[in-house]
């Protein structure tokens, strides 16, 4: 019941904020150059859809590819850094300082390195992915409580089946954590790694579109662009609930 | 009747930056096979460092623990204090776990954990998670899976004492129930004298930090036993009597 009057309230400001919108554009004649109404940029949705499609499957596609390697590889470097105590300690600051770094502007190099393809883009995902998920991964790890390990310890179970049976599935929730945040933002860095240099993609489309003063098509674009996210958010979430369903 | 658990001059310390910290000061003694020893003593006193030796989680720094002969690490089930269930697990899940721990579980495994929970009253559990039950059934379930894995020594650590006093009672009852059909050397550490003396073949009382036997009390009583009972509270006094004179 409070859930549906929240969401209504939510509905209710958005279109209270697309009216004054369209009001605004309508009343004060902005050119659709300059800013397109909503009610323009839907239908430019709507005219476009299969073009915003095309170009969404390669974003989502680079965004899928970085999600996996940033997964595996911030799970692999967390893994090393539980086990090997010095490798942790000296990984650590940088884990944590490594969110300062501003991945977008590292973006131009990965073109440079890796070509015009969809491997510089999906490299960018996968560094917007890698850190959150590795910092959350291995404080999982190491918030494991000695009440939950050290029964298994006495009964002298190996360490692969105590990190398998144990661990892994007590520090879960804090890796889904972490990829919650990188998910969303992989989907940024991917499409500003298009905006730097590519031939598809929501990116390229948008750098299109804004060059040509269709800003309806950028608009549109942007859209495609959050529904994306929002069903990004929606997959890691329902990936989670599927996993801990009955926890 | 062959020594299950034998500790000989136990030393340990704990390193802290004002320097070493003494916890236990030449713990010996030894529980037979079969047997049920309590161990109880001030808080604070060492009694989970102890056990947690006996464990083989720990190494004293002099001393020798045995289990069976044997160095103790793999050979005991040990029963650590607090919330110890996996939570992402059902209660039937958590007992497999204790088998599980030694590699593949199978079918037949599976039924004799069922039997398991249904001989003691849990079967209407077996499905359930962790979350949706009593502490008094959790505990009920950590301390059967403890039961369940194939060791012959086990350490419980207070595994009761973040219970009421009535489901206390009830579960040290039960408990009595599973020893006697199950039946394993079990080693208990504990703050209530009442509940050592209920179960228990004999008592240790531990002096306070650093820890030292201070003495033991066999308690050759039938069992069920009445907390009620005259030798039950007439020990009981004398093991407090001790413990407070272990103070001075």
């Not at chain 1, 910092?135 to 494991?144: I, K, M, P, W």
């Not at chain 1, 098509?217 to 989670?240: D, K």
């Not at chain 2, 206390?168 to 504990?190: F, G, H, I, P, Y």
Request: with cysteine; proline share 6%.
């Amino acid at each position: 019941m409070k859930k549906k009057t929240e969401f209504l309230q939510a509905l209710l400001i958005v279109a209270l904020i697309l009216g004054l919108w369209e009001g605004a554009v309508r009343v004060l004649r902005f050119p659709p150059y300059v800013l397109p109404a909503p009610t323009r940029i839907f239908v430019t949705f709507i005219q476009d859809f299969s073009l915003l499609l095309y170009h969404s499957s390669l974003t989502l596609l680079e965004v899928g590819l970085g999600l996996g390697m940033g997964v595996a590889l911030g799970v692999a470097v967390a893994l090393a850094a539980f086990y090997v105590r010095p490798l942790g300690r000296a990984l650590t600051p940088f884990l944590v300082g490594s969110q300062v770094i501003p991945v977008f502007a590292v973006a131009p190099l990965f073109v440079l390195w890796f070509g015009f393809g969809i491997w510089p883009k999906a490299a960018v995902a996968a560094m917007i992915v890698f850190f959150p998920v590795a910092v959350n991964f291995l404080d999982g790890l190491q918030a494991v409580g000695p009440e939950l390990v050290e029964f298994f310890q006495a009964l002298g179970t190996p360490e692969p089946r105590l990190l398998r049976m144990v661990r892994i599935p007590a520090a879960l929730p804090f890796l889904f954590s972490g990829l919650r945040i990188g998910a969303t933002l992989a989907l940024v860095g991917a499409t500003v790694g298009e905006w730097v240099g590519a031939s598809r993609g929501l990116g390229y489309l948008m750098i299109q579109a804004n060059a040509r003063l269709r800003l309806d098509r950028v608009f549109a674009a942007i859209l495609a662009l959050s529904l994306l996210g929002l069903g990004l958010f929606w997959a890691v979430g329902a990936l989670e609930r599927l996993l801990f369903r009955r926890r | 009747m062959r020594e299950a658990l034998k500790l000989s001059q136990v030393h340990f310390s704990f390193p802290t930056p004002t320097g070493p910290l003494s916890v236990l000061a030449g713990v010996s003694f030894a529980v037979r096979e079969g047997e049920w020893v309590s161990i109880v003593g001030p808080s604070g006193c060492g009694k989970t460092t102890l056990l947690r030796i006996s464990a083989g989680l720990l190494f004293p720094q002099h001393g020798t623990v045995e289990v069976f002969g044997r160095p103790p690490r793999g050979q005991v089930a040990y029963m650590p204090q607090g919330e110890t269930l996996l939570p992402w697990r059902t209660a039937l899940g958590n007992i497999l776990a204790a088998r599980e721990a030694d590699g593949r579980v199978d079918y037949q495994t599976r039924q004799e954990a069922l039997a398991l929970l249904a001989q003691f009253g849990l079967e209407k559990f077996a499905k359930a998670f962790p979350h949706e039950l009593s502490g008094g059934m959790r505990q009920r379930v950590a301390l059967l899976r403890t039961f369940f894995a194939n060791r012959r020594v086990l350490l419980l650590d207070e595994p009761l004492g973040a219970l009421d006093a009535l489901t206390r009672a009830e579960v040290q009852d039960w408990l009595v129930d599973v020893w006697q059909s199950v039946r394993k050397t079990v080693v208990l550490v504990t703050h209530d004298v009442e509940e050592a003396l209920v179960i228990s073949d004999r008592v240790l009382t531990l002096t306070p930090r650093p820890a030292r036997l201070a003495a033991a009390f066999p308690v050759e009583l039938p069992r069920p036993r009445e907390r009620a009972h005259s030798q039950v509270q007439a020990l009981r006094a004398a093991i407090l009597h001790a413990l407070a004179e272990a103070r001075q």
